[in-house]
């Protein structure tokens, strides 16, 4: 499994650079997603595939009983998921602007910042 999802996290790198390298806003967009998608499954993998109970210590026991299940990496993908929206969030108004000021989205015809007139 894990090395399924190792395979998956490459492709969603690879897909989200390719991407990102093209002209188009949308893309970009899309590839940012990507990337996003492929952190969050990076993270995930990292923090190893166990299949076990809470993290929760029972009662009278000094530390916790294996197998459990870490609950860090979950902590973290739910911040890189918030994140990751934030930016995508943030890019989609970024690139509305820019496309009503230039008229375009072709990223090679946005020579300049400045409006049209």
């Known amino acids: 499994m894990t090395v399924v999802l190792a395979v998956i996290v490459g492709l969603l790198y690879g897909a989200g650079t390719y991407m990102i ?22 993270i995930f993998t990292i ?4 299949k076990g109970s ?7 026991a000094e530390t ?8 860090l990496p979950q902590a973290l ?3 890189a ?8 969030a943030f890019a989609i108004v970024l690139f ?10 072709d990223l090679d015809k946005m020579k300049s910042t400045d409006e049209l007139k």
């Open 47 to 50: 923090g190893r595939l166990i």
């Open 21 to 42: 390298l093209r002209r188009s806003l949308v893309k970009v967009i899309i590839g940012l997603i990507f990337l996003g998608h492929a952190a969050n499954l990076l």
């Open 81 to 88: 998921i918030v994140i990751s929206f934030g930016v995508t």
């Open 54 to 60: 809470p993290a929760f210590i029972p009662v009278g």
């Open 77 to 79: 993908i739910l911040t």
């Open 64 to 71: 916790l009983s294996e197998p459990y299940a870490d609950p």
């Open 96 to 105: 509305k602007r820019a496309y009503q000021t230039v008229g375009t989205d």
